[in-house]
């Protein structure tokens, strides 16, 4: 992932699109990683810690990912930000202003950046829409929504136009880039997300958006989210700002290309199984989990040496030469 993020332009948009899921799986396992090892020394000397990380890729919505994700942070935030600030206590605007104020901080916590300000700030909105959605029925009933409905409305269908007229020839005529393209693509999406989940809170009381939908737009929202902290990160070669425009532009243009998917597993072929093993074993049913580890917790010693020795045996097949630090050692 670091060789695609240090030159975007180099990879093809499949490439990048690679790079983001297993940089969405890194950063997971990296932070849930050692926090695991923190509970379990802190086991062994008779102190128990809360639970940091719960599965957070299965939610299926922003508010659920942040009870799952870094639990401890999200507490904290929640318990002296946006309590501080007003909570829910309040009308609905000031209760969306008070969760995109506290994400924005929890952005700013990461680190002194716009990139990490821009994180927040799409999680506090996504979090201020989530909750909007939630009480749309009510948002309906009041006549100045309904005109901001058909604003958006409007603005859905300028944008639609635009995405199936415009050529190659009129974006080098008009001198629009593949990122502003892009970004006007997620702007649409954004709009018809918005007024769908309006029609299903108002019309569809009986109808639930099924949670596979909802989990998978949760997932890949989360992820095109981290593209914007990975580029604020410390250790990014190019600036963040190009980093960034980069990744967008290559992913405008992504189409699958089953020759990239050879070349892959030609130069690096433990990426792709490792990327496919641990998003299976991260969203594996957690019955399945209990039964290893009760099956494991009643072998004999001697198995469980020889199968803890296969582990690290295959640890440090999979190890590189070149050290990454845990991602969270930057904040």
Same mark, same amino acid.
């Given at each position: 992932?670091?060789?695609v993020?240090?030159n975007?332009?180099l990879y093809?948009g ?6 983001v899921y297993?940089?969405t799986l890194q ?10 090892m923190a ?6 000397? =008779? ?5 940091? #990380?719960?599965?957070?890729?299965l939610?299926t ?7 799952r994700?870094?639990?401890? $942070? ?6 002296y930000?946006?309590?501080?600030? =007003? ?6 605007l000031?209760t969306y202003?008070?969760l995109?104020?506290t ?7 990461h ?9 927040g700030?799409l ?7 989530d ?30 136009y635009?995405?199936?007229k415009?050529?190659?020839e ?9 990122w ?6 997620l702007?649409?999406?954004?709009? $018809?997300?918005f $007024?769908f989940?309006?029609l ?5 009381k009986?109808?639930?958006i099924?949670?596979?939908i909802?989990?998978i737009?949760t997932?890949?929202f ?15 070669i190019?600036p963040s700002?190009?980093?960034? =425009?980069?990744?967008?532009?290559? $992913?405008?243009?992504t ?6 998917i050879?070349e892959?597993?030609e ?8 990327i496919?093993? =641990?998003f299976v ?5 957690i019955v399945?989990?209990e039964k290893?580890?009760?099956?494991f917790s ?9 199968l803890v ?10 190890n ?8 969270y #050692?930057?904040?």
């Amino acid at each position: 992932m670091d060789r695609v993020f240090e030159n975007p332009s180099l990879y093809s948009g499949m490439g990048n699109l690679l790079a983001v899921y297993g940089y969405t799986l890194q950063i997971y396992l990296d932070f849930s990683g050692y926090s695991d090892m923190a509970i379990g020394l802190a086991l062994l000397m =008779g102190f128990t810690l809360t639970e940091n #990380f719960n599965r957070p890729y299965l939610s299926t919505s922003l508010q659920e990912f942040w009870r799952r994700w870094h639990i401890s $942070l999200s507490t904290w935030l929640r318990d002296y930000l946006y309590i501080s600030l =007003g909570g829910n206590r309040g009308s609905k605007l000031k209760t969306y202003i008070n969760l995109f104020l506290t994400m924005l901080l929890g952005g700013l916590w990461h680190g002194a950046g716009w990139m990490f300000i821009i994180w927040g700030g799409l999680h506090g909105a996504g979090l201020a829409l989530d909750r909007l959605l939630s009480s749309a029925g009510q948002f309906l009933s009041k006549p100045l929504s309904k005109s901001f409905i058909l604003i958006l409305s409007l603005l859905g269908g300028i944008s639609a136009y635009l995405f199936f007229k415009m050529s190659g020839e009129t974006m080098e005529k008009w001198q629009v880039m593949e990122w502003q393209l892009f970004v006007l693509h997620l702007a649409l999406g954004a709009i $018809l997300l918005f $007024l769908f989940g309006v029609l299903i809170e108002k019309w569809g009381k009986s109808v639930k958006i099924p949670l596979l939908i909802s989990g998978i737009f949760t997932f890949h929202f989360v992820s095109f989210c981290w593209i914007f902290f990975r580029a604020g990160a410390i250790g990014s070669i190019l600036p963040s700002g190009e980093l960034l =425009g980069k990744v967008l532009s290559k $992913l405008a243009s992504t189409t699958f290309d089953s020759s990239f998917i050879m070349e892959v597993q030609e130069k690096t072929p433990f990426v792709l199984p490792a990327i496919l093993f =641990g998003f299976v074993l991260h969203f594996s049913p957690i019955v399945l989990k209990e039964k290893i580890t009760q099956w494991f917790s009643r072998q004999s010693f001697v198995l469980q040496a020889i199968l803890v020795s296969l582990v690290i045996t295959c640890v440090l097949i999979l190890n590189t030469q070149r050290t990454v630090p845990f991602i969270y #050692f930057q904040f």
